[in-house]
């Protein structure tokens, strides 16, 4: 995202930061207020700079909950703080805080490999809750007849609301030695436009002293105490320097002390890490994209001696999945990922003698496979998968097949004629089982036209492959073992096993669920396996479900062979900006849409229940999802924001705005309704995902709505009236939906490479080229059948690809250098006085 303000305009027009956060809740221990039960229902919320942004699912009737949950955040630069708060749910009334924990960005950066630990929850206080920014003006007024301090109050956005409603009634003071003036008050709202000038009369010795200006925010109260919105300090030597100064301030806290209360509102283990990168121009990775794709393109005789496989060689264990979905990513942009995992996929194959190994290791070909499908996959999971995991998860059912687990406590009666026996559990138990296999294995078998092509030709490229390294009768299956190991061992059954993982659940299974999940996968992967497993595993118990597994290995093998039937011209291998066709819904569901207005109905009937259809291309909404229902769209690139809408607005919560401008240039609000607080993130973020490289973007935008000929926000009657809060279009969560970005995708790789520089040098350029005689006829006879080429020339060629791999990351190096030290050369000249 690109950064702004005056010390950064040379980086607006050079480069870009891509800030993100990869949040896990691991576990949570505490003694909060519990209810009656002596329990609590706890869940989390989490806040960037006081924006919900995600929602855990409720832990019912637990004090040590547990929630496992990750999320992944793209933030812009300027974000100061993420906050946690854990609260308990209650079915009446509000749900209760139990405490909170909150980290700078500065915390957080400052942990190379991020944060991973237990924090104590701290009270929250009121006075500590602030948030928002306030505009003014200040300025040092001296002449012969009076010597004096001019603060020029504008507006205020985003105060946090102190009143039942949702709002405050603002007003704010400046504070200097012992001066003081206050603006007038404005009634509910908390984007107060003030437009007021106060002046301070000093003495001509206070311009000597020093001190700090005092800007304070506070919300009016008519009975009780007033309460306080948020301070800035700004040093009185600023205005000395400058005379006038006028900015957005960002409202601080009054500063006391957060206290943990020794521990006795409990602790939540947090693991948080914050990756923060200068994105340089495109030109600049181009030399590095040219020679990874060259690796493919133009494949070297010598098989180890290319960018790619030098890559592979210095990425780390830990980096390698991330290193795989980034140059997945950096090919599906180029238009050559089906070229990209054959490169891999071949070397894997050729350097594999036992094909009962093939593709069992976490080798940087498996991992490409592997992200590969989630990336171009994740619809097709859906459509194949969802039905019947929203099945299972709304059935419940208790199965159970191991002896040493069944309880018969938690069984509901199956049988009138007395208790139930564990014989009548485990009968009970295969037969749903057989129904929920057979369900997910028709579904699959099923499913070929819905398989992404260009999935269909990588392993159609695979299949061909590992038949030409196993051609011998005996290994005729591990062409199909190759196959169904990624499709149903690395796609199908993890799916399975964790939904939400894979979006095909908002929250996770509970215990009962989870268990029927984790059987299914087991067998789904037996399936994958041709059944050639049964019967050698530990798992005895699982033998009633070995018929059904063998009866559909017939059908898995037909279906296999009708995956891979697909001519590889029909997979178009252009560049391309998106993972996915601009045609492709990329999300569906039921929301319900504010009527047009007009309207004078109350707000709870105002919206309608429609069902809505995301592309690249449009959003568009009818009735039903009916295909005969008449459809309205609005084309994404007419999008010009997607933004939250205040609760007090229509008295709902949990509503969006999508604001769309059209050819005239008239700007129209669309209001959309979720469910609940994840589908609103999910939309949000969704809907701005694509529409992320419109031109047209709003900076600003009106939270609340126009009603009674006036915005509900910040009360102006101007209907045309410029936004009263900022955009949030940079915040976006994670995951396999995210746009294509090039030049970060490579800035990864480059990070990678540079990590791996000193390794490189020692064993490419550094490279003594003496050798035993037979060392000379090892490497001949593994890379050079014919004898084409000497071991001088080998590693001749392998010092000339290194030193050019080597040089981008020099030059990039150098780039980034440059480009931070004019950055930091602009910064000094602009704060200079």
């Known amino acids: 995202m690109k950064r702004s303000g005056k010390t950064t305009l040379f980086c607006q027009k050079w480069q870009k930061i891509h800030p993100y956060i990869f949040v896990l809740w691991r576990a949570g221990a505490y003694q909060p207020k519990t209810c009656n039960s002596g329990t609590s229902d706890p869940y989390c919320i989490v806040k960037v700079d006081n924006e919900v942004v995600a929602r855990t699912a409720t832990v019912w009737k637990n004090l040590n909950p547990f929630w496992g949950e990750e999320y992944t955040l793209h933030l812009p630069m300027g974000f100061h703080s993420i906050s946690f708060y854990v609260m308990d749910e209650d079915t009446i009334g509000h749900d209760d805080v139990i405490g909170k924990i909150t980290l700078s960005k500065d915390a957080i950066g400052s942990q190379n490999k991020g944060l991973d630990n237990w924090l104590n929850l701290t009270r929250v206080d009121p006075d500590e809750e602030v948030q928002g920014e306030i505009h003014l003006s200040l300025e040092l007024l001296r002449d012969a007849q009076k010597i004096g301090l001019r603060c020029h109050f504008k507006e205020a956005r985003d105060l946090a609301p102190r ?134 393109i133009s494949p070297s005789e010598v098989e180890d001696s290319s960018p790619l496989t030098m890559l592979e060689e210095v990425t780390t264990v830990d980096s390698r999945q991330d290193v795989a979905m980034t140059l997945v990513k950096i090919f599906l942009g180029q238009g050559l990922v089906v070229p990209f995992l054959d490169y891999f996929n071949t070397r894997e194959v050729n350097h594999t003698s036992d094909p009962n190994t093939l593709f069992r290791s976490n080798s940087l070909a498996s991992k490409a496979m592997e992200q590969f499908m989630k990336a171009v996959g994740m619809l097709y999971l859906h459509e194949v998968l969802k039905p019947i995991i929203n099945r299972i998860f709304l059935e419940k059912k208790y199965i159970e097949l191991d002896p040493c687990k069944i309880d018969l406590n938690r069984t509901r009666r199956i049988s009138f004629k007395g208790a139930v026996s564990e014989a009548e559990v485990r009968e009970s138990s295969v037969e749903m089982l057989q129904g929920y296999l057979t369900s997910i294995v028709e579904s699959i078998v099923a499913s070929v036209d819905q398989c992404p092509p260009v999935m269909r030709v990588a392993f159609k490229q695979l299949h061909k492959r590992v038949e030409e390294q196993f051609p011998e009768p005996e290994n005729e299956d591990v062409k199909y073992l190759a196959i169904s190991g990624f499709f149903f061992l690395r796609f199908f059954a993890p799916a399975i096993l964790a939904p939400k993982l894979f979006q095909l659940r908002d929250h996770h299974a509970d215990t009962r669920t989870s268990r029927t999940l984790l059987l299914l996968a087991k067998a789904v992967q037996s399936v994958g396996n041709l059944g050639l497993q049964l019967g050698h595993c530990k798992e005895l118990w699982m033998e009633p479900l070995h018929p059904i597994i063998l009866c559909s290995v017939a059908s898995v093998k037909d279906f296999l062979d009708k995956l891979i039937d697909i001519d590889h011209d029909s997979v178009s291998e252009v560049p391309q900006k998106a993972v996915f066709l601009p045609s492709v819904i990329v999300k569906e569901g039921y929301l319900h849409k504010h009527k047009a207005e007009g ?28 295909p005969w229902q008449v459809r309205s769209t609005i084309p994404v690139q007419c999008v010009c924001a997607v ?21 005239d240039g008239q700007m129209n609000i669309m209001y959309i309704q979720c469910k609940n607080v994840n589908e609103l993130n999910q939309w949000l973020s969704a809907v701005r995902k694509a529409s992320i490289y419109n031109e047209r973007m709003l900076p600003s935008f009106h939270p609340g709505a126009y009603r009674s000929s006036k915005w509900t926000c910040c009360l102006q009657a101007d209907r045309n009236a410029s936004g009263c809060s900022r955009t949030h279009s940079a915040v976006t969560l994670g995951d396999w939906s995210d746009p294509l970005d090039p030049d970060a995708e490579t800035q990864t790789i480059y990070k990678q490479l540079l990590q791996g520089r000193d390794r490189l040098r020692k064993q490419y350029v550094e490279v003594e080229f003496e050798t035993t005689e037979d060392d000379g006829k090892r490497l001949n006879s593994r890379m050079l059948p014919d004898g084409a080429q000497s071991r001088k020339e080998v590693l001749e060629r392998r010092q000339a690809v290194a030193a050019r791999l080597l040089g981008v990351v020099l030059d990039l190096e150098q780039a980034h250098a440059t480009f931070q030290r004019r950055e930091m050369e602009e910064a000094s000249l602009i704060l200079s006085p």
């Not at 601080?252 to 006795?264: I, R, S």
């Not at 919560?653 to 999508?658: A, H, R, Y």
């Open 643 to 663: 933004e939250r809408v205040d609760d007090n607005a229509f008295q709902q919560q949990n509503v969006m705005q999508v604001i769309t401008q059209d050819n």
């Open 599 to 626: 309207t004078q109905l109350l707000s709870r009937f105002a919206f309608k229940k429609r069902y809505f259809w995301l592309s690249s291309e449009a959003l568009s909404y009818a009735k039903t999802p009916d």
């Open 163 to 296: 009143d039942i409603t949702g709002t405050s009634d603002p007003f704010a003071r400046i504070l200097f030695n012992n001066h003081s003036a206050e603006t007038s008050i404005i009634k509910k709202t908390r984007y107060p436009h003030w437009g007021e000038t106060v002046e301070l009369e000093l003495e001509t010795n206070e311009l000597t002293a020093g001190g700090i200006i005092t800007v304070e925010v506070w919300d009016w109260d008519m009975v009780g105490r007033n309460d306080f919105l948020g301070k800035v300090e700004i040093p009185f030597s600023c205005l000395q320097k400058t005379p006038l100064l006028q900015s957005w301030f960002r409202l601080m806290p009054l500063g006391n002390n957060e206290d943990d209360a020794g521990g006795k509102l409990g602790a939540l283990r947090l693991k948080v890490r914050l990756v923060e990168d200068r994105i340089l121009p495109s030109v600049y990775y181009q030399p590095l994209i040219d020679l990874l794709v060259e690796s493919v």
